[in-house]
């Protein structure tokens, strides 16, 4: 519980795919409460503010606006005083919108690092372990930055299990990952830069962290537990499989098939899952991990099993760098592609799921959707 002062303004600070619907909401939430602050979320997401200043950069791979508006956050982060209210809004995107580098790298080394690690199959817990060991403001950095009693974080989780130092690289958690481990990643997948006269991360038991607070909001379960309510409504027996799907996407496909072509229980059914798949990426095509996942299945499927549909999405309205939120695959689909006489493993080895569905009808566009709580899978049974 906070007590809100009286003769000074809230502080709203962000970043994330959702920082922008996030400060919205806590802009009608606290009407009639000065605030004042700034929030950076990804290229079209940004939203009329009132009160809030919203900056938009580049994700997955950060740019020069996004150490631009970074260094700004900093600058207003430094005229908190001692007893002022700080809300920190944390969503997916932020490791990247966050972005800086330490001194002796260059913002190009940055990137090249970044954009090896995407395409290498690493982890999202790898990812952000490098990361936060090339940044001065995640791994806990940034809330240290504000010189308050008061600071809390409201986080929407994108990360498997919900690991509060591993969502947006946890500008605002104690980091327990060490220079060493950051080390590790860095010669597993031979990245071209190197940890020299760089200060480690604050750990657990730092005492500053006894003042900050972070708040899970919400998270792939919620969102699964949505979409199995409104699969009930439309008539589906309904079975939440995982929240935790990782590995590569096409096993996690092939796994998922397996389990719909030998389903033995009531239909018309609903089969959801949740997580966040890898792609190690071969070929020089255009997708996502969620696309990459429906190819895999539609491949699976073939003409052979008219009665199964997958749809696999990104929460946030997009996967990969395209502009799908990921793609649906049916039996139905995969006729038209052999009329078409489009070779549907080739697509796939070419990572160029995107082109395959796009000639096929298959693609799902939602645009921004202002949230980000990893992928959905839907796997409809109706035979």
Known sequence: MYQLPDDRPVWIFGAGKAAAAMALALEEILAGIPLQGLVITKYNHALPLQHITVMEAAHPVPDENGVQATSQMMMLMKQVQKNDLVLFLLSGGASALLADYPEGTTLVQIQTVFEMLLKSGATIHEINTVRKHLSTVKGGQLALQADTTAFCSLILSDVVGDD????????????????????????????????????????????????????????NKIALEAAADKATELGYEVHILTTTATGEASEVAKQLIKQAVSWKGNHPVCLLAGGETTVTITGNGLGGRNQQLALAAAIELQDDYPGITLLSAGTDGTDGPTDAAGAIADAALMMLAKQKGLDAGHFFQQNDAYHFFEKTGGLLKTGATQTNVMDIIVVIINY
Do not use: C, E, M
């Not at 597993?188 to 962290?209: E, M, V």
């Open 164 to 219: 509060l130092h591993v969502i947006g690289s946890g500008p605002t958690v104690a980091d327990p990952s060490t220079i060493a481990d950051a080390v590790a990643i860095i010669q597993k997948y031979q990245l071209p830069i190197a940890l020299h006269n760089i200060s480690d991360t604050p750990k657990p038991g730092h005492p500053r962290f006894n003042t900050i607070r972070n708040l899970l909001v919400g998270n």
